[in-house]
């Protein structure tokens, strides 16, 4: 069985990296046909729309005239990308991978586009980051797809589709492919920004062929030359190669006129030309894309392969073309005769199964796991496929390159491998699981679960690593849907003991109880189990993938303890980072949420909540968890209150909950219904929001702390307008209570905020006042704002009392601040106020996206983008999008 090498970041700039690499970058001729200008023109004139595709057979030069074109825009000082797409690039996230990628290799700065070689990013944020990039450089650039039939599937069309759509005009966008794209090409055509290239306008001019043949333009031979090869570039190229072993005065036989019979006649000619070992290479090398001397040399048994393919790429200079990453060398065949030679091979189907398998092995040893999968298939070897995929370390993988490498894995492995195989079952549940089907993954696993026995039978003689990884999907699946239970530190111990030489697991345990302990609201548990897990990541060599993920729980957990400055600090911190070695898009989501979260929490801004939005919509399906949403949704929920009243707050969580309800996420459903009773309740709605109040638990042992928090208000509200004082003031006791013992400064202060209220009601207006001033003093140092302002204006009569006699002069300051805020407060919607819309836009300003992009965000025309951008500079009174974002976030 294959071993999989341990996936470490030192061992990344090898044959994986390479092989991406060197995509980057067109392949090098070492004696090219002609010079296209005809074609290099038409190029030149396309680049005024957004897109051009050049389409056309195997061997009708594109490649080979894109290339000249990206030199030669490369000289000119255009910002010029290149990628050649691979077979193993149709999952959307690892196709806007390489685009970045080709663009950052270009010299164009992409930020947040180009993520780590760890973890996933949502291809939906990744085409936002990689779009927003291109509007921020305002340079000429152009981007070259190369071989894009080879991943035109329709998810990948549809983000093509969208990503001409929003391109800024100075980005020019080529496709080279064999066949019309499944694009909308004909609605394109009629926008007018689509340039067609086919294969006539790709056939070589009279005087290309006289170039390229060494010849006078008025050559007699030409003609008939001409006429044969129809200027076929690749029937030309095999001519020059044909003649220059057989004389200039060696003739072509009379053909039917099939340009086709033609070039496989000359294809046999030139490859018989070879000496017999150069053929043999040729031939047991003819299944790969690229080919390294290393997986040449493992797949013939050989030593000598580096020194036979310079050889052959000097025989056959434009048919062998050379690509070099990080000083290694790759050869690469032109189609036409790797097909030739793939030909030659299939008449020995044993000697070609032996090639695939090695090739396989060399691949699985490599970590190019999707690759060497597809080998095990073409070799028809399912006996060592099983075995190999039997042992798949897929957890590991997961953590090292992202679901994405799963789904590309079970792309490749046939239907009958996956259905006898649990564990393989286990992965495709996973990768579900991160595409945002909760639910579904959920019911996947469980069905697994019966089918083993409870993950103890696996036919292929696993039984242990099926048991450990079933159990920890299981861990993680019910943690993520349905929250904290008393029963998880069982679940890790069981884990534990399954695994007690795996460190791995150890870290996978540790994390999944840094989450546990976060939604408990037991901080200092969180804090250690955070340094474990780093100290055990640091151990197996997975600490940078680990240190991203670990500083997202580091800002979380400074958040809940009410540390603002310290959450500012780290987040601030990330975003810095973010552009020197690649953080990825989650990871900047969460800090920008905490960025946006401490602002509301600071000074009540409505401008918080459109800040926030923008950064929870940069978390893909599968990657928020409870956390996430526990922020944000109530600073959008309170916002879209203030603004337009009930109606706006219920559409908002209506919108969560079928968002939740179509992933099956249940951990977040009590939040959604503890939010609809405060603000039903602040509406006047206190008989309805007392029945939705009834329903709601606040055991500390099954209820997330942030969901507690806002039922517990909830109850202290509704008790309060009830009458129902002691009742009351006891859950404003209790709020304070758990705040200062799980040591989570805002739920402390909001406890006295309600405990005052509590006290004024029973006319204990010193009591009263002695609350207020005790959740002054400890909201003051972090300067907290929004749990006073939130209770309105019933806490404004308190707050006028006590703005005189706070006991230091930054407490008297910090109450005179809360006391502006609650004056500030409007009751109603004010006319020139900006609506939900219009602040959003402005949200998408502040980011720096231009209206083309924010059109494609909230789905309008930018005309109608433009519109709003009038009103909203009426509104604030300015004239520029720099001072609208100013103004708008002084609200």
Known sequence: MNEAAEPRETERSGARERASRRRLRPPVQRAPLATRELVLRSLDVARAGKLTIVVGPRGYGKSTALGQWWHRLTQQGIAAAWYTASDLDREPDVFLEMIARSLAAAGVEMGDAVRPKTGDSPAATMLDAILLQLDRDERPIVLIIDDFDRVDHPAIARLVEEMTDALPDWVHLVLATRRKPSLAVSVLRTQGIVRIIDPAELRLSDAELGEALGLPADAPELAAIAEQTEGWPVAVQLYRLWRGRMGVSARMPRFSGQVDEVADYLAEQVFA?????????????SPFDYVEASLADYVRDRRDS???????????????????????PAWRLHPLLSDYAQARLNRSPDHAARLHRRAADWLWQQQRYAASVRHYDLAGDRATMMETLGGIPFILIFLTYGASELRAILRETPQEVLEAQPRLQLMAALAHFKAGYFGEASNWLRRIRESTGGFLDDPTGHGEQLELEGHALDLLFECYINGIAPTREAEVDRERALAPDMPLFWAWCENTMVVMYQMRGDLHAAHQSVIRTRETYQAIGMLPFAEQHLTTHDVLIALAHGSLKTASELAAATLRRRGAGGIEVTVTATARMALASVDYLRHYRESAADLVRVAFDQFGAGEAWYDQYAVTWPIIVDVAWRRSGLPAALRVIAELRTRLGNQGLLCVTDLLKSLEAIYRFRSGGIDSAEA????????????????????????????????RVAAAGEGARAMIEEGRTGERLVTMVKGYVLLSLVRDRLGDEAGADEAMVTAVHHAFAEEILSPFVEEGSAVRAIMERIA???????????????????????????????????????????????NKLIARRLGLTENTIKFHLKKIYAKLGVSSRKAAVARAQEK
């Open 273 to 285: 030309m070879l000496a017999e070992h150069s053929q043999t290479l040729l031939t047991e090398l």
């Open 306 to 328: 580096a020194a036979l393919l310079e050889e052959v790429e000097a025989e056959l200079p434009t048919l062998v073309q050379r690509t070099e990453s990080e000083g290694e």
């Open 692 to 723: 939705i109040a009834r329903t709601l638990a606040v055991d500390a042992g099954h209820v997330p702390w942030r969901t507690r928090d806002l039922a517990m208000q909830a109850r202290i509200l509704i008790d309060l307008a009830r009458g």
């Open 804 to 850: 005189k006699r706070a006991a230091s002069p930054l407490e008297q300051h910090h109450a005179e601040t809360v006391l502006r805020a609650l004056k500030a407060k409007p009751q109603y919607l004010s006319p020139d106020a900006l609506n939900d819309r219009e602040s959003e836009i402005v949200a998408h300003l502040a980011e720096g996206a231009s």
